[in-house]
């Protein structure tokens, strides 16, 4: 099992980046897939998930109506896209997989409970 995460980059504000999150060892949508984020000298915290169940979609709220989770189950990849990027944005980027779950929104408070983890990909929103 092996997620990779990439697509990061150093964006202006305002800017837009679309983040992948590539899987291998099991289907996209076996597992509820989540963006993790952390800065420096920060926690790690949840961005966004996306339910292996109905396709559902969570977010933090400082992201709601900026960023876009979805899913590409014939690409295996699931994608954050990010509008509107500002410098409280930027941090490395996790995706991670796990479940099943029954109450999705609290688990992007719950990293721990992620049983796989991509390597992290950098988000630097500067002018």
């Known amino acids: 099992v092996q997620l990779q995460a990439f697509g990061g980059g150093l964006v202006q504000p305002g800017g837009s980046l679309r983040l992948s999150c590539a899987i291998s060892g099991f289907s996209s949508d076996y597992y509820t897939v989540a963006w993790f984020r952390q800065a420096p000298g920060k926690e790690r915290e949840g961005v966004s998930c996306?339910?292996?169940?109905?396709?559902?979609?969570y977010y933090r709220d400082s992201v709601k109506g900026r960023f876009t989770i979805s899913r590409d189950n014939a690409k295996n990849t699931v994608y954050l896209h990010m509008t509107s990027l500002k410098p409280e944005d930027t941090a490395v980027y996790y995706c991670?997989?796990?479940?099943?779950?029954?109450?999705?929104?609290?688990?992007?408070?719950?990293?721990?409970?992620?049983?796989?983890w991509g390597q992290g990909t950098k988000v630097t929103v500067s002018q």
């Open positions: 991670a997989a796990g479940g099943p779950f029954s109450d999705y929104d609290s688990t992007l408070s719950r990293p721990y409970i992620y049983d796989y």
């Open positions: 996306i339910s292996n169940v109905d396709g559902s979609m």
